[in-house]
T-cell receptor
Framework: KAGVTQTPRYLIKTRGQQVTLSCSPISGHRSVSWYQQTPGQGLQFLFEYFSETQRNKGNFPGRFSGRQFSNSRSEMNVSTLELGDSALYLCASSFAGGATDTQYFGPGTRLTVL | QKEVEQDPGPLSVPEGAIVSLNCTYSNSAFQYFMWYRQYSRKGPELLMY????GNKEDGRFTAQVDKSSKYISLFIRDSQPSDSATYLC????????????FGTGTRLKVLA
């Protein structure tokens, strides 16, 4: 069974640009969550999608957005990039979300903003 | 103040040592407690999951939750160099929020 895949694995952008990251969940999983990981702040929750609906979002500015498609694949978009957006972006999938449903993480996309 | 506090380390121990990793939290609504392990250049993977207070053992790993003190621990017995990784605690409230709160992670190095 294939794991969670994220593309691209590495990205370099400049301030002011926008970026789209992609996540393909494990087959059969309908919940996809996105996280930002930085050395100082650790793993911070961005948003969670289930059946194309956003069920919760973290405390990030509106420049961060996401969506989920009918096949459960998900994308997140960051507009008007800032230096502080440099981070590892991780997505995680599970069957339905929730505490008793194991999340499986992808390897992440390393975003560097210059 | 963060909802979940975790000492970032790094923590270096000799092979065979008992390792104790800890997190404290402030939100009494947290009911589910998890430990993840993250190797370099990989995503986190779930190690242990505990509901409410108490202990849970899985091989060399033991997770403890003390809700009265808002304190959780992960113990690793007979630590191995392959245990060298970052360990993240994570918490989840009673139900319905679909939002995990993670600690910043503790880097562990087990020396052969």
């Amino acid at each position: 069974k294939a794991g969670v895949t994220q593309t691209p694995r590495y990205l370099i952008k400049t301030r002011g640009q926008q970026v789209t990251l992609s996540c393909s969940p494990i087959s059969g999983h309908r919940s996809v969550s996105w996280y930002q990981q930085t050395p100082g702040q650790g793993l911070q929750f961005l948003f969670e999608y289930f059946s194309e609906t956003q069920r919760n979002k973290g405390n990030f500015p509106g420049r961060f957005s996401g969506r989920q498609f009918s096949n459960s694949r998900s994308e997140m978009n960051v507009s008007t990039l800032e230096l502080g957006d440099s981070a590892l972006y991780l997505c995680a999938s599970s069957f339905a979300g929730g505490a008793t449903d194991t999340q499986y993480f992808g390897p992440g996309t390393r975003l560097t903003v210059l | 103040q963060k909802e979940v506090e975790q000492d970032p380390g790094p923590l270096s121990v000799p092979e065979g040592a008992i390792v104790s990793l800890n997190c404290t939290y402030s939100n009494s609504a947290f009911q589910y407690f998890m430990w993840y392990r993250q190797y370099s250049r990989k995503g986190p993977e779930l190690l242990m999951y505990t509901y409410s207070s108490g202990n849970k053992e899985d091989g060399r790993f033991t997770a403890q939750v003390d809700k009265s003190s808002k304190y959780i621990s992960l113990f690793i017995r007979d630590s191995q160099p392959s245990d060298s990784a970052t360990y993240l605690c994570a918490m989840y409230p009673r139900s319905g929020t679909y939002k995990y709160i993670f600690g910043t992670g503790t880097r562990l190095k087990v020396l052969a």
